[in-house]
């Protein structure tokens, strides 16, 4: 099956600062990636869907200013959580949609768990 | 009321039982349903995928969808304590840029 890399898989920063993870499609192109935050014990939330050389849609109540998505190509999309605070520590996981025929599986990366102090 | 339900369980069987996790929908333009399999603090992991009404077997796993009731199924035969996760239903109306929907998840525990 096709592979999603995530990097960092683990991330302690202190408030105020800003953290990059990385999303990749290891072998196969994806033109549209998404990236979901989780909590412990509940369902993935969407935050938005990535679509390679274009801007990011992002779902209500996300701030585009906070979470920046870029995706630079089709096998990388980078989220950058901007001036991180304590309520931003979460489950971060990316999933990239492999198209087949006008449909598309979507495979999930590992997931970064960011804990910002 | 959710575009799709799920019971969140936790479900306990023992091994060796057959698990039926269900979910319901309510938007008919949904043409494709997923099943993930999510351990703790992984990402999830893809575990069938169908299109539109029907089965659809891959070793112990059955996809099941009726899209006349509005409701998607997955069983476990034989299950093993190693199926202990969280199942994720989830469903689109297609194509490669279009978002998942997903349930809220079953926790499963089997007991040895």
């Known amino acids: 099956g096709a592979v999603v890399s995530q990097h960092p898989s683990w991330v302690i920063c202190k408030s105020g600062t800003s953290v990059k993870i990385e999303c990749r499609s290891l072998?196969?192109?994806?033109?549209?990636m998404f990236w979901y935050r989780q909590f412990p014990k509940q369902s993935l939330m969407l935050m938005a869907t990535?679509?390679?050389?274009?801007?990011?849609?992002?779902e209500q109540g996300v701030e585009k200013d906070k979470f920046l998505i870029n995706h630079a190509s089709l096998t990388l999309s980078t989220l950058t959580v901007t001036s991180a605070h304590p309520e931003d520590s979460s489950f971060y996981i990316c999933?990239?949609?492999?198209?087949?025929?006008?449909?598309?599986?979507?495979?999930f990366g590992p997931g970064t768990r960011l804990t910002v102090t | 009321q959710k575009e799709v339900e799920q019971d969140p369980g936790p479900l306990s069987v023992p091994e060796g039982a057959i698990v039926s996790l269900n979910c319901t929908y309510s938007?008919?333009?949904?043409?494709?349903f997923m099943w993930y399999r999510q351990y703790s603090r992984k990402g999830p992991e893809l575990l069938m995928y169908?299109?539109?009404?029907g089965n659809k077997e891959d070793g112990r796993f059955t996809a099941q969808v009726d899209k006349s009731s509005k409701y998607i199924s997955l069983f476990i035969r034989d299950s093993q304590p190693s199926d202990s996760a969280t199942y994720l239903c989830?469903?689109?109306?297609?194509?490669?840029?279009?978002?998942?929907?997903f349930g809220t998840g079953t926790l499963l525990a089997v007991q040895p």
């Open positions: 999933s990239a949609g492999e198209a087949s025929g006008g449909a598309a599986k979507q495979y």
């Open positions: 072998d196969f192109q994806a033109t549209t």
């Open positions: 990535s679509n390679e050389g274009s801007k990011a849609t992002y």
């Open positions: 938007n008919s333009a949904f043409q494709y």
């Open positions: 169908t299109y539109s009404s």
């Open positions: 989830a469903m689109n109306y297609g194509g490669a840029t279009n978002k998942l929907i």
